[in-house]
């Protein structure tokens, strides 16, 4: 988790108004659960775009990407709220979606987006992680795709063991999470 500012303070009120729903639901991974997050409701807002936009991007700066992205369609919104970020604070970081299948015509792509070359420095997003199951498909599509994952960001960590099985997969690169879960509860 990162320092407390009045933008991180603004997006945990937002998430809890807009995204927290308090009821028994079934998660992509299967699991059950007492509680959903779609933080979506927050992150196609202007707003929380903007709040998670400027988060991310000063999550990654040390890191240094060229590019960022991840699974279609969870981590859409933040790839385009921190490209944007990136781009108002002076730097190009392109963003980048992994298609959950190859596209059957053209080219047959996993990755759009201007991805540039083997070796490009690429961060990993995703909206939620709770298995890690979206965050380490993105990951190696990016590595298949010669891009150097040198972070992985998520908005919310559910603090379900996910975190463990992306660190692995990471190595030496970081894994950010804006919140965990007891925050996002608390």
């Not at 498909?137 to 379900?160: S, Y």
Request: some cysteine; proline content about 4%.
């Amino acid at each position: 988790m990162t320092h407390q500012s009045p933008d991180r303070d603004r997006l945990l009120q937002l998430l809890r108004d807009r995204a927290l729903t308090r009821e028994s639901v079934v998660l992509a991974s299967g699991k059950r659960s007492s509680y959903y997050v779609d933080a979506r409701q927050v992150l196609l807002d202007p707003e929380g775009a903007a709040l998670a936009g400027r988060l991310g991007y000063a999550a990654l700066l040390p890191h240094a990407p060229v590019a960022v992205g991840g699974l279609t369609l969870g981590a859409d919104p933040l790839v385009c709220a921190v490209s944007a970020a990136a781009w108002n604070n002076g730097q190009r970081w392109t963003g980048f979606f992994v298609r959950k299948e190859a596209k059957k015509h053209g080219l047959q792509n996993w990755i759009e987006g201007p991805f540039i070359e083997e070796g490009t420095p690429v961060a990993v997003l995703d909206d939620t992680l709770t298995t890690g199951g979206s965050i380490l498909e993105a990951i190696h599509k990016a590595r298949k795709a010669g891009g150097e994952v040198v972070a992985a960001l998520v908005v919310i960590d559910r603090e379900e063991g996910g975190r463990e099985a992306v660190e692995a997969a990471l190595g030496d690169a970081p894994l950010h999470a804006l919140f965990g879960a007891s925050e996002l509860l608390g």
